[in-house]
């Protein structure tokens, strides 16, 4: 029996299924597929509905020619609760008790509707540990959808602790520099800062690259398809027909940039005797946007660069359209690679 995983990443507009094997300086790629996922997506609980997304499921597997049925995961920032807490120096058994006085502080619901997970990051003077509380119904949903398609669930996670794998993990955390690593999905934004290689603060925001459709949509009288196609073309261009497109689209961002801003003030006020945030990586579809890298560039002064998870790959030539959408591929890439760790 093939007890490989693969990474299948589930989006609100697309799926995308990975197949990684491992090489001893980095990763081949066996297979990879990407297509637009149902209209309801993973938002109706209709038995009709998911059995539709389950078949959509199976078809991107299938495209992608992988074979394995054992299959990683990310849940979607917005579904669930994530923090990176500071706890003092605790026995593991003191600390399991901490942590759970800690989550009622930090998670709005019941524990008892939540599985909560934790992991720690660093142990030195103080523990630093990340806290993960996703609701029971949430997983229930995806185990149910996913069993359906045929396969089993060998690992779930956040999208942005696979985003951090793919971008940061596979190139030596010892030397990553401090970056913000941001995950423009296409409902929410997932910001993560990273210091020394290891993720020291993550906070997710409700706006995404929908948000740019609709006010295409609503400023143009656009069709959701011609949005979507006039914002890929145009981006943020200041010229022409674009220049009208670009004055559309600014907003978002600058609502986006804005919380940029508060991590930043966040980093800086907490680690005074540290480097300033050296880089910022975009990751996720509206990352492809025409003139985003230099519109936060340009912003913030700080470098900043489109996400190529395939750069965990060992020397590996691979088509045009795979690299044109490397940024699209990041979750999808850190979730295979999650099957080695």
């Known amino acids: 029996m093939n007890t490989k995983s693969f990474g299948l990443d589930i989006g609100a507009t697309s799926i995308k299924a990975v197949s990684l094997q491992s090489q001893k300086n980095g990763f081949l790629l066996d297979s990879s597929f990407m297509m ?3 209209l309801k997506g993973m938002l109706s609980s209709s038995p009709l509905d998911e059995q ?8 991107v597997v299938d495209n992608a020619k992988i074979t394995t049925k054992n299959v990683n995961i990310a849940l979607p920032e917005n579904k669930i609760y994530t923090s990176v807490i ?7 058994k003191e600390l ?7 989550a009622e502080q930090y998670i709005p619901v019941p524990l008892s509707q939540i599985n909560l997970v934790w992991t720690i990051l660093k142990k030195d003077e103080k523990v630093r540990v990340l806290m993960v509380g996703a609701p029971t119904t949430v997983i229930n949903k995806y185990q149910r959808i996913l069993e359906m398609a045929g396969f ?8 942005i ?8 993990y596979n190139k030596g955390s010892g030397n990553f520099p401090h970056t913000v690593i941001t995950n423009i999905g296409a409902e929410n934004t997932s910001l993560a800062i990273i210091k020394e290689g290891l993720l020291i603060f ?9 948000a740019i459709n609709r006010a295409l949509e609503a400023d143009f009288g656009l069709s959701q398809s011609a949005s979507e196609e006039y914002k890929k073309v145009y981006g943020i261009s200041k010229e022409g027909v674009g220049g009208k497109i670009g004055s559309a689209i600014e907003p978002i961002l600058t609502s986006i940039l804005n919380e940029f801003k508060k991590a930043l003030a966040f980093y800086s006020q907490k680690y005074k005797d540290t480097p300033l945030i050296q880089q910022i ?3 996720g579809g509206t990352a492809r946007l025409p003139g985003i890298q230099l519109f936060f560039a340009d912003a913030l002064g700080i470098e900043t660069a489109i996400a190529n998870p395939w750069g965990a790959l060992t020397n590996q030539n691979l088509p045009k359209e795979i690299l044109d959408s490397a940024s699209e591929y990041t979750i999808a890439v850190g979730l295979a690679m999650r099957g080695y760790e």
Do not use: C, F, N
């Open 202 to 210: 993550t906070y997710s925001i409700p706006t995404g690259g929908a």
């Open 36 to 38: 637009p996922i149902p």
């Open 96 to 102: 399991a008790s901490a942590i759970y006085w800690e």
């Open 281 to 283: 990586v975009l990751s």
């Open 52 to 59: 539709e997304m389950a078949e959509a499921l199976k078809k």
């Open 161 to 168: 602790l696979s985003a951090i794998r793919a971008l940061v």
């Open 152 to 159: 089993k669930i060998a690992a779930i996670e956040t999208e």
């Open 86 to 92: 500071e706890m003092p120096l605790l026995s593991d």
